[in-house]
């Protein structure tokens, strides 16, 4: 079960239209196309993506499931929208709760296991190996854990586990962290197991109905047998303009872990069919990806451009990413920034800084929302967040408009 | 959904390719990057919004099968009809090892598959050969078809499209209405015609079992040109067009690739060009690579550098290699400090560190499938 309702508020003027799982990444990539293909190459042919939060354009995109080989007789990927029952229905409230409302789903498929997955990391993850040594260890519940740096661990669920990796605690975001072990939000449940505590956590009317927050510390507390199941690989959360960036940027460094070329673990995506990309006669493309459809007659380096980009003559992009269909006009110069898809660079116009030329605490990925068009001559400043056309250059700050304006600090 | 089935002559042309044609037919050829020569032809007949499509092949077609699969990546896996692969029959093969082991021309092919057509249940039939290169308005063509009363419609070009011994030539009268037909031979004010014709399914079935009975095999021969009470009208198509026909033509074909108005005439949006899924990632780009006038599919890793070249998916480009004007097809290797120059390598191609290898814009050099240099 993929959970794929987040808002991704903090990915701002880039959910205002999408759910996050849906959003683009790494030249051809949406989010989601990592934990399906992960899914896919892990033998699992039956997937069920739970949906809430602006489905229209992930439900398109995952249709009947065939980009990723699950349009299937027999399960397959069934998208899991919220839904009105006898007594009228309601919105997933937490995590918990969208599998407790889509008990009858899973029912119908009688599984002895369960996999929980977000829809809001990149990895790559052979999850069969998990599912066999939740069942070789006879645990109840299995969770993926990941190493984090010591000090960044109070950013994230910290579990503490023995030498033989049985759950001792778990502490969201604690202050004072006791290991370094971050959940990953992947959950094996045995079904019987986890179905008992949904129930008995429907019932509470003060639950969060979180896995986090609720179900993992009630199973805790009775004393199930829980266990870690350590993932050693390339993780990374895309929940903000930030970490978004960094991990497209982290796809161009050599010997990346993730590894998408690796032809043995494949990320399928359902990518609309675009003819090979043109680099012309005066463009330089240096330490970039480049895709499908698109046309480079200008310079680009440290980038990742996705399907249907167009950057004319004289044009400069650099530690940028570029999503489909956004067109950078002639001469315009595009440093450390989001385009999103859609968007218009308009000519000579400046869109973000480089880190060396401003203050460091003002310095911030500058982002282009998606269909907006940055006028001629326009300078869009470190850090701003453009969320409507921006045709002629205003003196001060913008203007409050809906999703305009620089983002708080960064996390 | 249009009235209209579509038939491919997976065989046809490409005569004289023979590094590329040995492993597959001519349909099957690569093309620009990431496409299959069929591939145009398909998408032409979906984007008019057919939805049945027979394909009938003669040999060497299992890198055809491979590719067109259940025809999913052209929307064409469909419960009622949709795509429909027509190998020769086993009769027919005995039969025409006799005569040579070959279909002795396309109306002798549609013989074969007799009880195919006489299954086609839409009024008109579009026949196309796999081996032609363009964006055609397939739906405008019935259209004008329709309206012009004309038993058979031919489309053709303005250009010099395929070699002149083998190009089928048309002179035009009033209302595009074809009064002469030359093969082999131009004469000035002709046409060539791009041997894609528009026909009502009931007028191809009476010509089939016509040249059957009659020992006749060759639509262009034995139909538009001896058949002369039959009503043939041209439609023009001005944009751009190109036939495998040769190494040269291949390489040329190609190349034309690089040019902005030929991209703009054959990929549009509109129209788009669909082609087998590889689920390749994007193109790297190194630190140190250097790409000028270059056609790039996905998948490929280039840290050396290129110019006016078509590269296929999944090709590896090292440090210290220089590519120009060259085809790189799928999965080619260049190892450090090789150089290549007016070549075609074919599939899973492997250029050894320091190679060197050159051709001219008349000869190209073609590397088989799977060589190691």
Redesign the interface.
């Known amino acids: 079960m993929l959970l794929a309702g987040g808002q991704g508020s903090r990915l701002y003027v880039l959910t205002t239209n999408v759910a996050k799982p849906a959003v683009p990444f ?3 990539y949406r989010i989601i196309d990592f934990p399906l293909s992960n899914c896919v190459n892990s033998n699992i042919d039956t997937v069920g993506v739970l949906t809430q939060y602006q489905p229209h354009e992930l439900n398109a995109y995952i249709g009947a499931g ?2 990723w080989d699950l349009d299937r007789l027999e399960g397959g990927v069934r998208v899991l929208p919220p839904y009105v029952k006898g007594k009228g229905g309601e919105w997933y409230k937490g995590t918990a709760n969208a599998i407790y409302q889509n008990m009858g789903f899973i029912e119908t498929y009688d599984p002895e296991y369960l996999l929980i997955l977000s829809g809001d990391h990149i990895y790559k993850m052979d999850y069969s190996q998990m599912i066999d040594q939740h069942r070789r260890t006879q645990a109840d519940c299995t969770i993926a854990v990941i190493e984090v740096p010591p000090d960044e661990a109070c950013r994230f669920g910290i579990l503490n586990a023995d030498d033989g990796g049985v759950i001792l605690d778990f502490e969201e975001k604690p202050k004072k962290p006791k290991s370094n072990l971050a959940s990953m939000g992947i959950y094996v449940f045995t079904w019987s197991k986890l179905r008992a505590y949904l129930l008995e956590d429907s019932h509470n009317p003060k639950s969060r109905n979180d896995f986090g927050a609720n179900i993992i510390p009630m199973m805790l507390n009775a004393g199930e047998r829980m266990l870690i199941h350590q993932f050693k690989g390339y993780w990374k959360d895309v929940g903000t303009i930030e970490s978004l960036w960094e991990a497209n940027m982290d796809m ?1 460094a050599p010997d990346n872990q993730l590894d ?2 690796d032809r043995s673990w ?4 359902g990518a ?21 459809g698109c046309e480079i007659h200008g310079e680009m380096e440290n980038s ?2 996705f399907t249907d980009v167009i950057i004319q003559p004289g044009a400069f992009v650099k530690y940028s990413i570029v999503m489909p269909g956004a067109v950078i006009e002639k001469e315009a110069v595009v440093e450390y920034a989001i385009i999103a898809e859609g968007a218009r660079v308009g000519r000579g116009a400046r869109v973000g800084a480089d880190p060396s030329v401003v203050p460091v605490a003002d310095w911030g990925v500058t982002v282009v929302a998606p269909g907006v068009t940055i006028g001629p001559g326009i300078v869009v400043k470190t850090r701003e967040m453009v969320g409507a056309d921006k045709l002629t250059q205003e003196a001060g700050p913008a203007p409050p408009a809906a999703g305009t304006g620089k983002r708080g600090g960064r996390a | 959904m249009n009235d209209m089935h579509g038939l491919i002559f997976a065989y046809a042309g490409g005569l004289h390719i023979k590094e590329l044609t040995e492993h597959r037919t001519v349909s099957s050829l690569p093309f620009g990057g990431r496409y299959r020569a069929i591939d145009f032809m398909l998408s032409n007949m979906i984007n008019a919004d057919i939805v049945n499509v027979g394909v009938i092949m003669r040999e060497n077609y299992q890198s055809l099968l491979d590719h067109l699969g259940s025809g999913k990546d052209w929307d064409l896996a469909r419960k009622r009809g949709g795509l429909k692969l027509l190998p020769p029959f086993g009769y027919n093969v005995t039969r025409l090892q006799h005569e040579g082991g070959v279909f002795l021309g396309n109306m002798a092919a549609l013989a074969g598959v007799n009880s195919y057509l006489s299954g086609i249940r839409e009024e008109y039939v579009v026949m196309a050969d796999g081996d032609l290169v363009a964006n055609l308005p397939l739906e405008d063509a019935l259209r004008v078809h329709i309206d012009s009363g004309a038993d058979i419609t031919l489309i053709c070009s303005p250009r010099t499209v395929s070699s002149p011994e083998y190009a089928v030539n048309v002179a035009l009268g009033e209302k595009n209405r074809v009064s002469d037909i030359s093969i082999g031979r131009r004469e000035p004010e002709m046409f060539e015609s791009l041997n894609v014709s528009i026909l009502s399914s009931s007028l191809l079935d009476s010509l089939v079992s016509y040249c059957s009975a009659h020992n006749a095999y060759d639509f262009e021969r034995d139909v538009l040109q001896r058949m002369s009470d039959l009503d043939v009208v041209a439609y023009l198509f001005d944009g751009y067009v190109a036939r495998l026909h040769s190494t040269s033509t291949f390489f040329r074909c190609n190349m034309d690739l690089l040019r902005a108005e030929v991209r703009e005439s054959i990929f549009r949006k509109e129209r788009p060009i669909k082609t087998k899924g590889r689920d390749q990632a994007p193109t790297y780009y190194g630190p140190g690579a250097s790409v000028r006038n270059c056609v790039v599919a996905d998948g490929c890793y280039i840290e050396g550098e290129a110019e006016n070249s078509v590269i296929f998916r999944g090709v590896r480009i090292s440090e210290g290699v220089r590519v120009h004007n060259s085809i790189l097809m799928q999965n080619t290797k260049v190892s450090q400090g090789a150089v290549l120059g007016y070549a075609i390598t074919d599939k899973e191609v492997v250029i050894n560190r320091g190679r060197m290898l050159l051709g001219h814009e008349t000869y190209p050099i073609a590397i088989a499938k799977g060589s190691v240099v």
Do not use: D, M, N, Q
């Not at chain 1, 609309?272 to 499908?292: C, I």
């Open positions: 790494g030249g051809k065939l980009p161009l998408i070329f494949p990320i399928y995506c609309k069919s675009a003819p090979p990309h043109f680099v012309g006669e005066g463009a330089r493309v240096t330490h970039s990806l480049l895709t499908e990742v451009i």
